[in-house]
């Protein structure tokens, strides 16, 4: 349980990084 906990918060995470990444990519080709 514990590391499912672990691997859903590192996931989370990822999520919000590739998000952001995102966001700087369509910046860039927009700008």
């Not at 514990?2 to 996931?11: D, G, N």
């Amino acid at each position: 349980m514990k590391a499912q906990k672990i691997a859903i918060e590192i996931s989370k995470k990822v999520i919000k990084f590739q998000k952001k990444f995102t966001n700087i990519n369509y910046w860039l080709i927009f700008n």
